[in-house]
């Protein structure tokens, strides 16, 4: 499966998934369910692991859809407190 991008004129971008090779020119939108034109972007090839893959797409979604989260992680998926400094910066003039 492929991810194609279709655009509205009336509202805009959205993006549907095909098999390779079957994208057609036009595709109904899903909100107004007129016609969508089909629109040619640049393939989202990644040399990237499968998960390395799926964190670098997250980081970017959650540019403008980020997670909404209501309560604290679980303990086990907390993160850990801060180090201790090493005993060459302790030894550093504090404010
Ligand atoms: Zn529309």
Do not use: K
């Not at 640049?42 to 692991?49: C, I, W």
């Not at 604290?72 to 550093?92: D, E, H, K, N, Y």
């Amino acid at each position: 499966m492929a991810l194609y991008q279709y655009l509205c004129d009336d509202d805009g971008p959205f993006e549907a998934s095909s098999p390779i090779g079957t994208a057609a020119p036009r595709r109904p939108c899903p909100t107004c369910s007129g016609a969508a034109r089909r629109v040619f972007t640049a393939p989202a090839l990644s040399r990237a692991s499968r998960p390395a893959a799926a964190a670098i797409e997250r980081a970017e979604r959650s540019a403008h859809e980020p997670d909404v989260v209501t309560s604290l992680p679980p303990a086990g998926r907390r993160r850990p407190a801060p180090a201790q400094p090493s005993p060459a910066q302790r030894r550093l003039p504090r404010p």
